[in-house]
């Protein structure tokens, strides 16, 4: 006897044999960015199959040294996965999730569409490892088979929050992060880029996403035909924050604002202390797995310098008033994060699906 309602994907997973992996929105960048890492982290795939809407089927694409097509979400084709990835918008995972769900596979949400769905807790693997070593052990899900990917900005601060208070608690925590176009799909890419071309050749500039001027600016808000607004995903990080550190943080003062960057997150965290702190204690405490803090004032971190890296860029100075006030730069590549805290959510299913069996 199994729990679950697919004993055929419970016997393939619970022999810890090769899984069959689907990831859906293949075409979209955190789709792309979610097959090479996929591949990269060797993960233990029997073969992945690349699925999206109408406009990108038949993309040629590759996995591994072998050429493949992008395929339409269909039953057929999801028939047999393991564990199906959604990478695409949110009313295309909604749309789509439940025949994932009724082929028995496990579902991996990158879209944050199942936040409201029965199981869809949104899971942090990195922040549940740190609370682990905390002493904070995780609740039981043996019959979890839905994971909501947190949002990689609440990522980034839960790692820097829940280490620095190692060397004391925060008296009070305030955040600036600026949010890339990527976070938005090519959509946000294209638009920026024809923004940016549009404006040296004084041309009327694209304004379907962001409907401002992004290019040259900063934004705190956006248009009014925007959406969805920078004020709720400024309350997604924050709630995606306080569930993955089980409230044992002190949630920052958050102020989001759209930057005329294409990638990467950076983020301006001013944290004071109750007690007497030096910044070679905070350095030591931030780092460690997943966080490298620069020693060298040409190693300071940057949207650019983070691309590509798996790891949260940190440089830490005091306040130039604030005796016991610090501050933390930092980068983080948005969607490289997102895709590794997937494939973590992922293997973590797939053991506790294994460990749910019932002999």
Not at 168 to 189: D, N, T
Request: net charge negative; glycine share 6%; proline share 4%.
């Amino acid at each position: 006897m199994t729990h679950g309602n697919h004993p055929a994907t419970q016997e393939r997973i619970a022999a810890r044999e090769a899984y069959r992996v689907a990831i859906v929105g293949a075409a979209t960048l955190k789709g792309k960015e979610l097959k090479e890492v996929v591949e990269d982290r060797n993960f233990p795939a029997l073969d992945i199959r690349l699925l999206d809407d109408e406009e990108s089927l038949g993309q040629l694409d590759s996995v591994g040294d072998e050429a493949t097509f992008i395929q339409s979400v269909l039953p057929e084709n999801l028939q047999g996965a393991d564990i199906v990835f959604f990478a695409s918008d949110e009313s295309f995972t909604r749309k789509n999730w439940h025949l994932a769900k009724k082929a028995g596979a496990l579902v991996v949400d990158l879209s944050y569409a199942l936040e409201g769905e029965p199981g869809g807790a949104v899971r942090a693997p990195w922040i549940e490892r740190e609370l682990q070593l905390e002493g904070v052990l995780p609740a039981p899900q043996l019959d979890a088979t839905l994971a909501v990917v947190a949002h990689p900005a609440a990522v980034a601060l839960a790692l820097l929050l829940l280490r620095a208070q190692k060397v004391g608690a925060p008296l009070r925590a305030v955040c600036s992060a600026f949010e890339p176009a990527s976070e938005h799909g090519r959509r946000g890419m294209d638009e920026l880029h024809g923004q940016t071309v549009n404006l040296l050749s004084f041309q009327q500039l694209p304004t379907e996403v962001f409907d401002a001027q992004l290019a040259f600016n900063l934004l705190a808000r956006y248009g009014e035909k925007s959406a969805p607004a920078l004020e709720s995903v400024e309350r997604r990080i924050l709630g995606h924050l306080q569930s993955i550190t089980e409230g044992r943080v002190v949630l920052p003062a958050l102020a989001l604002a759209q930057a005329p960057i294409f990638h990467g997150y950076v983020f301006s965290l001013y944290l004071e202390f109750e007690q007497a702190v030096t910044a070679a204690h905070l350095a030591h405490a931030l780092s460690g797995d997943h966080v490298n803090v620069a020693r060298l004032p040409e190693d300071s971190p940057s949207n650019v310098s983070a691309a590509g890296q798996d790891e949260v860029l940190v440089e830490v100075r005091r306040d130039s008033r604030h005796e016991r006030g610090f501050w933390v730069w930092a980068a983080a590549d948005n969607l490289r994060i997102t895709a590794l805290t997937a494939v973590d959510c992922a293997a973590a299913l797939a053991r506790m699906r294994s460990k749910g069996r019932v002999q």
